[in-house]
């Protein structure tokens, strides 16, 4: 699929995810579901890719839903779908989620509605000083629970700062953000990527199988509320992990003080 509406550069094991429709803040119109859509499936069978680096072009990341779209053009239907077949603005969270690598979002400027959603998908978040979040769905006649928002945001931040920008549409900034834990570090716009840095080298250090089952079991975890299945689930990962040379690899590596040097993309995509 040639992409119109983002842009995807490779770098090594990274993919750097782009919105780029500036003029319009990025806003989300059906053309740029498909395309995230249709990237983030298609992540499942691509083994060479590690790690997402999701962000947007110009003065915002995503300031959600495009309002002059939906009133005028390409509408979305009432279930957050297009008019064109297939994919729905709320696959691209649920997408987000199955893609076995780490997302980490950079976010600036205005991270609204749907904008809002996509960045509490991502794994990590790293806010740039003019970061500005907010639920706008409350703020449009909606209900305030869209997209995952009622699921991803009490776990982040808890029930009460949830309820505060679930029932009011309030903006919270970079500062406040990183203090209720909504995001993991701040910088300024410019250095986000240098901010980044820190998380993508130590994930990269990692056993590609390994940080891929580590994201698999978090989110099956996520859905179970018994401490005997979660160790369950746990123990599964683990035995997976320790078929292959990753597990003697790792540990001779840390015994003779050097960095591991684990087996190709194929070995993962074997398993």
């Known amino acids: 699929m040639a992409y119109q509406t983002i842009t995807v550069r490779q770098d090594g094991?990274?993919?750097?995810?782009?919105?780029?429709?500036?003029?319009?803040?990025?806003?989300?119109?059906?053309?740029?579901?498909?395309?995230l859509c249709d990237y983030f499936d298609g992540l499942k069978r691509d083994y060479g890719v590690r790690i997402v680096v999701m962000r947007g072009a110009g003065?915002?990341?995503?300031?959600?839903?495009?309002?002059?779209?939906?009133?005028?053009?390409e509408r979305m239907d009432e279930g957050g779908g297009t008019v064109r077949p297939g994919w729905h603005l709320f696959?691209?969270?649920?997408?987000?989620?199955?893609?076995?690598?780490?997302?980490?979002?950079?976010?600036?400027?205005?991270?609204?509605?749907?904008?809002?959603g996509i960045a509490l998908a991502a794994d990590i978040r790293v806010a740039g000083e003019s970061m500005r979040m907010n639920d706008a769905f409350v703020a449009l006649g909606r209900s305030g629970c869209?997209?995952?928002?009622?699921?991803?945001?009490?776990?982040?931040?808890?029930?009460?700062?949830?309820?505060?920008?679930?029932?009011t549409g309030s903006f919270i900034g970079a500062a406040r953000a990183k203090e209720v834990g909504l995001v993991n570090k701040v910088s300024a716009d410019d250095a986000m990527e240098e901010a980044a840095r820190e998380y993508l080298d130590a994930m990269l250090k990692?056993?590609?199988l390994g940080l891929r089952m580590t994201k698999k079991t978090l989110?099956?975890?996520?859905?179970?509320?018994?401490?005997?299945?979660?160790?369950?689930?746990?123990?599964?990962?683990?035995?997976?992990?320790?078929?292959?040379?990753?597990?003697?690899e790792a540990m001779n590596a840390f015994l003779e003080k050097r960095p591991a040097n684990y087996p190709a993309a194929e070995r993962v995509r074997s398993l």
């Open 206 to 208: 990692t056993a590609p």
């Open 91 to 116: 696959d691209v969270v649920k997408l987000m989620r199955d893609c076995p690598q780490p997302i980490v979002a950079l976010l600036h400027g205005p991270v609204c509605g749907g904008g809002m």
């Open 59 to 73: 003065r915002a990341f995503c300031a959600g839903l495009d309002i002059k779209e939906h009133m005028t053009g």
């Open 219 to 248: 989110n099956t975890c996520l859905r179970v509320n018994d401490l005997l299945a979660v160790i369950d689930l746990e123990m599964q990962a683990q035995m997976v992990c320790g078929e292959g040379p990753d597990f003697d």
């Open 146 to 167: 869209e997209l995952g928002v009622t699921y991803f945001l009490p776990r982040i931040v808890g029930l009460g700062v949830a309820t505060e920008l679930l029932y």
């Open 13 to 35: 094991a990274i993919d750097w995810l782009t919105l780029n429709r500036p003029d319009r803040l990025n806003g989300l119109t059906g053309q740029m579901v498909e395309e």
